[in-house]
């Protein structure tokens, strides 16, 4: 039976959450896999969402994580943060960089005036490139 359009989706958005708890753990796929008892490429083919994983091996992955297997679905919440991009961002190096160095400002006007400097370099880069 082939994969149809939805199946792809579901795939790809509970292997990118997966992606994103391993990186948010600064666990690699190589562990991951080791941890489940598969092969790195099949963690990675997971992640992509171009295999489907079984609810056995989903079930693995969320005791891995200390989650419920739930965690790696979307609910009205999750659809609502990810509208912004937060899980790309998260599961970026450089995301997950800049989150673990933001969270540990404890000002809240420094973390203002981050969010300000960065805004301030989105403007001017849009600005840039639009010729203003």
Avoid: W, Y
Avoid at 24 to 45: D, N, P
Avoid at 78 to 105: H, M, R, W
């Amino acid at each position: 039976m082939a994969k149809t359009k939805t199946g792809n989706t579901i795939d790809a958005a509970v292997g990118g959450r997966i992606r994103m708890h391993r990186l948010a753990q600064g666990m690699s796929q190589t562990a991951l896999a080791r941890a489940l008892g598969v092969t790195f490429q099949q963690v990675q083919k997971h992640e992509k969402g171009t295999n489907q994983i079984s609810v056995s091996r989903l079930q693995k992955v969320a005791d891995v994580f200390d989650l419920p297997p739930s965690a790696f679905f979307d609910d009205a919440a999750a659809l609502k943060i990810d509208a912004g991009g937060l899980a790309s961002f998260v599961q970026s190096p450089e995301g997950l960089e800049l989150n673990s160095a933001f969270a540990t400002i404890s000002d809240r006007d420094v973390r203002r005036g981050v969010v300000r400097l960065v805004e301030a370099i989105v403007k001017d880069a849009s600005a840039q490139a639009t010729g203003e």
